[in-house]
């Protein structure tokens, strides 16, 4: 036996090259690789969106609350008494200041390139809009009569999925960085009474579940005869239906209807 680089090997392999597999299985082994034009197309409606508050407003970067209400706002009696139940996914779109969404595309983008790439942009978009119905619906559960708005009941869904994807694929040391974001982000939305707890609750809650169901299907519980297309449609399936049923608990939230509360 000759030893080489790699370990011992008999005399005659030992002058061969080895050749290193990336990956055999398919499986993706980390958070990111590839492309994320999802995440593109979200941040340019955010920022498209927030320039037409500035045109329709008063003047300046500050959103007054009646702007982002006529552009969508979530406020429990309109969604109620008006039957204007886009405002349950408008709302997500929509920002008070400039701070507002600066600090929410910033972690949208981190976030979506992490992300998307690794679950695809199928998966990637569904889980976005899943986590923002839980979160309008968190918040009209929690404050019916407030005015709120801002894309972080999605982006909260975002960090729950990519903590719980990471743990189930032992990405140990990506997944500790997102837990302290996760703490992080916790402290300052029960610390600051402007901040839509409901929303961000809601988004996490739906993103955590949407990434088990990631996962379960990646470690082969629904079946290991299980193509993954077939696999990835149940995903699909399961987590549109998450949405779905957020959407029309957010409907019956608002009927139980304060000042505005950023989300």
Not at 29 to 54: K, Q, R
Not at 105 to 116: K, S, T
Not at 175 to 186: E, M, T
Request: charged content about 10%; hydrophobic content about 50%; some cysteine.
């Amino acid at each position: 036996m000759t030893p080489t680089p790699v370990g011992m090997r008999c005399p005659e392999c030992s002058n061969q090259r080895t050749r290193v597999v990336r990956n055999p299985t398919g499986t993706p082994t980390a958070l990111s690789a590839g492309g994320f034009p999802a995440t593109v197309v979200l941040i340019a409606i955010n920022v498209i969106v927030y320039l037409i508050e500035v045109v329709h407003g008063s003047g300046g970067f500050s959103i007054g609350i009646g702007t982002a209400y006529d552009l969508g706002a979530l406020w429990g009696p309109a969604v109620h008494e008006n039957g204007e139940w886009w405002r349950t996914i408008t709302s997500g779109f929509v920002h008070f200041s400039i701070l507002h969404i600066a600090f929410n595309m910033y972690l949208l983008f981190i976030l979506g390139r992490l992300l998307e790439p690794s679950i695809g942009t199928l998966r990637f978009v569904v889980l976005y809009f899943a986590s923002l119905l839980a979160g309008s619906f968190l918040a009209l559960w929690f404050t019916p009569d407030s005015v709120s708005a801002g894309a972080s009941g999605a982006i909260f869904g975002l960090i729950g999925a990519a903590f719980v994807i990471a743990r189930g694929r032992k990405l140990d040391a990506i997944a500790g960085q997102i837990g302290i974001l996760i703490v992080i982000n916790l402290v300052f939305t029960f610390a600051d009474r402007g901040v839509s707890l409901g929303a961000h609750l809601g988004g996490l809650v739906a993103g955590v579940l949407c990434g088990l169901l990631i996962i379960a299907g990646e470690q082969g519980r629904y079946g290991r005869n299980l193509s993954r297309d077939k696999r990835v449609a149940f995903e699909v399936a399961a987590m549109a239906a998450l949405g779905v049923l957020s959407f029309v608990l957010a409907l019956v939230a608002a009927g139980w209807g304060a000042p505005y509360f950023v989300g």
